[in-house]
């Protein structure tokens, strides 16, 4: 998705900007936020653009709706909310060529698995 210019009256103090991902349905499935992932920024300026990457959006298929939000401090400046929506295209997330059902939950994991022979317990758990 790409991001808009925006622009405010004058600079922001203590900003912090946040994003909701929600299900199709508007039940919130994640969020980020600047603040809890980079500690509080003195100022932002008051006109820019402000971007969030993720490396993957671990999702199953189907729609999703944004949320973006803005505060000063405490004081909420902005809530934008289900402003944006996107869909997630069907894929081998795992490169297993299985594709878990949504019913199983919303959002997809990657695990180390291991099988073991039977072995003493203090030798399973190194």
């Keep these: 998705m790409n991001?808009?210019?925006?622009?405010?009256?004058a600079?922001?103090?203590?900003?912090?900007?946040?994003i909701i991902v929600s299900n199709g349905m508007g039940t919130p499935l994640f969020f980020l936020q600047t603040r809890a992932q980079l500690g509080l920024w003195e100022r932002a300026p008051a006109s820019?653009?402000?971007?969030?990457?993720l490396d993957e959006v671990p999702?199953?298929?189907?729609?999703?709706?944004?949320?973006?939000?803005?505060?000063?401090?405490?004081?909420?400046?902005d809530l934008l909310e289900h402003v944006a929506s996107f869909t997630v295209e069907p894929r081998d997330f795992f490169g297993?060529?299985?594709?878990?059902?949504?019913l199983n939950g919303p959002v997809l994991i990657?695990?180390?698995w291991r099988i073991?022979?039977?072995?003493?317990?203090a030798e399973a758990l190194r």
């Design 11 to 18: 600079e922001i103090a203590n900003p912090s900007f946040g």
């Design 48 to 53: 820019g653009r402000v971007v969030c990457r």
């Design 110 to 112: 990657r695990a180390d």
């Design 59 to 77: 999702l199953v298929p189907g729609e999703y709706l944004l949320t973006l939000g803005c505060l000063s401090g405490e004081r909420q400046l």
């Design 96 to 102: 297993s060529g299985y594709l878990p059902h949504q």
């Design 116 to 121: 073991t022979a039977n072995e003493p317990l």
């Design 3 to 9: 991001g808009r210019h925006a622009a405010a009256p």
